[in-house]
């Protein structure tokens, strides 16, 4: 299951799963959240369903952002309060991808091609059209930085929306881009590339071909995490993008990152994996399909399981491997 080298083909994957994971502060006060046709939310401690908004509808990612939940889907991008009660709706733009929040600002782009800029209290203050749709950005100080179908990476100021520099890539996104540092991002594209780029001037630093799309990375301390849709899992120097290890995992995943452990799950399980050498240390199987996990600390991480009539139930695994008997179904 493990391997040292690239060079494996492509096979086709689903983004849903990672498109719903839930938000990734393990240290906010905010209920965890996850998206699976609508947005079902659960408390902290114990882990029991509290509300459930937007049932049956398309919605992504959600993302705690201060005290409001964001939930970006066909919607629009919807604010909600810790309880679940609705704070504000942006609408107007069509269905919003997963915000990028910085401070007190929001920032998404839209299925329609707009990159919008706004307050925390729902006041707009920029919006920008580009052709075919455009992934929420990755922000920084002076600028944001976005692309999409389009094939083309574009950062304009932050604000007020106008542009700065755009640069051509060799295909569309497959997700937004991510900020790795306080200078440069990385992008993912459909052929299989993977590029660090000057967020200041738009240069590429670097690429990596991997031949086949992979998700959005993580990051951690000197490595991208890439989890690519052929079941690879590849880390990569953030400096040069050199291979640090892979390893082959049975299908495509989606990855959330603790301490020492990478958890990799997909519909059909989660494996806990050694983040500095890629070893696969446990794997766990369960009754449903997997919406999403997320860690509640460095030992125990909670994995939202789709059941029946579009409820969404959950379960903790900790690090030793037990299995803690389910908490109950969202209502």
């Not at 951690?220 to 995490?225: A, E, F, I």
Request: charged letters at 20%.
């Amino acid at each position: 299951m493990h391997r040292r080298r690239a060079g494996l083909t492509a096979a086709g994957a689903a983004a849903a799963l990672l498109l719903g994971a839930p938000h990734a502060a393990i240290d906010s006060p905010l209920p965890l959240c996850v998206s699976s046709e609508g947005i079902h939310c659960f408390a902290r401690t114990p882990l029991a369903p509290l509300w459930q908004r937007l049932q049956g509808r398309t919605t992504y990612r959600p993302v705690a952002a201060g005290e409001l939940l964001l939930a970006g889907g066909d919607a629009g991008l919807v604010a909600f309060a810790g309880d679940g009660a609705e704070r504000w709706r942006l609408d107007d733009f069509g269905q919003a991808f997963s915000p990028s929040v910085a401070g007190d600002e929001v920032f998404f782009g839209t299925l329609t091609g707009a990159l919008v800029g706004a307050r925390l209290d729902g006041r707009v203050r920029w919006r920008r059209r580009f052709s075919g749709w455009m992934y929420s950005p990755a922000v920084f100080d002076s600028a944001v930085v976005s692309g999409g179908q389009a094939g083309v990476l574009y950062a304009v100021k932050r604000v007020d929306g106008n542009p700065l520099w755009e640069r051509p890539l060799d295909q569309e996104l497959v997700h937004g881009p991510l900020a790795v540092d306080r200078k440069a991002l990385v992008v993912t594209t459909f052929a299989g590339t993977l590029a660090k780029v000057d967020a200041r001037t738009g240069r590429v630093l670097w690429r990596h071909r991997f031949g086949v799309p992979s998700q959005t990375p993580v990051a951690v301390p000197g490595l991208l995490l890439c989890a690519l849709f052929d079941g690879r899992v590849v880390a990569l120097a953030a400096g040069d993008g050199q291979v640090q290890w892979e390893a082959r995992l049975p299908g495509a995943v989606a990855l959330a990152h603790a301490g020492n452990l990478l958890a990799a799950y997909n519909e059909e399980g989660l494996m806990l994996l050694n983040v500095h050498d890629g070893r696969v240390l446990r794997e766990h199987g369960f009754p449903a399909p997997i919406a999403g996990a997320h860690w509640l600390d460095r030992q125990r991480i909670a994995v939202f399981l789709n059941g029946a009539r579009n409820q969404v139930h959950a379960a903790v695994v900790t690090v030793s491997g037990a299995l803690h008997q389910d908490k109950g179904d969202s209502e």
